[in-house]
């Protein structure tokens, strides 16, 4: 295990419903982010969060809503997504430093929007 | 923004023999180069890194070259073994500038041959 778990680990939704995932890890770090990791595509960065404090959004959807109560824990907010939405959204953290920025990931959530 | 391409997107080699996984990157900045492997079911795990101010680094059977001028760097896998079988991504950052996600290759399918 890489000390970062997500919840659920799949999960089936439909264009309108409001889902969340979540993600925790408990590694002391002080960095999270979200990936979405699509068929054929590379992994793609969504959001970061340093210190509890968004500081990059990779021009991702609003239907997206990303909160970070603390730098243990990341949600990812889900809202009217299209079925091109479906994919595995991966957490990872790290420990923001001078000269390493080492990611683990945790196991994802597999998404299937219906 | 960077931008990481990744060859081949599958490699089958017999077991016992080497492989080869080759990624080029575009943004010069770049100073932070590691390796995933990911398993089915898994998030990505590291398996090794290399940093800008170096050339090569081995851990036991792994390996990674760094070309900086060509904006190249490879992963190689000596006397590869069943569990070697797994997707490979490659990926680059900068550190040292505050949080920093991740860009990835599009990932390759290593397939050992029993």
């Known amino acids: 295990e890489t000390g970062v778990t997500q919840t659920p680990r799949h999960l089936v939704m439909g264009m309108t419903n409001k889902k969340s995932l979540k993600c925790e890890q408990h590694?002391?770090?002080?960095?999270m982010y979200w990936y979405k990791q699509s068929a054929k595509k590379p992994l793609e960065l969504m959001f970061v969060y340093s210190l509890e404090e968004r500081v990059e959004n990779n021009s991702v959807p609003s239907r997206f809503s990303p909160e970070c109560p603390n730098s243990s824990h990341l949600f990812l907010h889900l809202h009217t997504l299209q079925p091109e939405d479906s994919a595995l959204y991966l957490c990872?953290?790290?420990?923001?430093?001078?000269?390493?920025?080492?990611?683990?990931f945790g196991p994802g959530t597999r998404l299937t929007v219906l | 923004g960077e931008n990481v391409e990744q060859h081949p997107s599958t490699l089958s080699v017999q077991e016992g023999d080497s492989a080869v996984i080759k990624c080029t990157y575009s943004?010069?900045?770049?100073?932070?180069f590691p390796w995933y492997k990911q398993e089915l079911g898994k998030g990505p795990q590291l398996i090794i890194d290399i940093r800008s101010n170096v050339g090569e680094k081995k851990d036991q059977r792994i390996a990674v070259t760094l070309n900086k001028t060509a904006k190249h760097f490879s992963l190689h896998i000596t006397e590869t073994q069943p569990e070697d079988s797994a997707v490979y991504f490659c990926?680059?950052?900068?550190?040292?500038?505050?949080?920093?996600?991740?860009?990835f290759g599009k990932g390759t399918h290593l397939i050992i041959q029993p």
């Open positions: 590694l002391g770090h002080n960095a």
């Open positions: 943004d010069s900045a770049s100073n932070y």
């Open positions: 990926a680059a950052s900068r550190i040292g500038g505050g949080a920093d996600g991740l860009t």
């Open positions: 990872a953290s790290s420990q923001e430093t001078a000269s390493y920025n080492e990611q683990f």
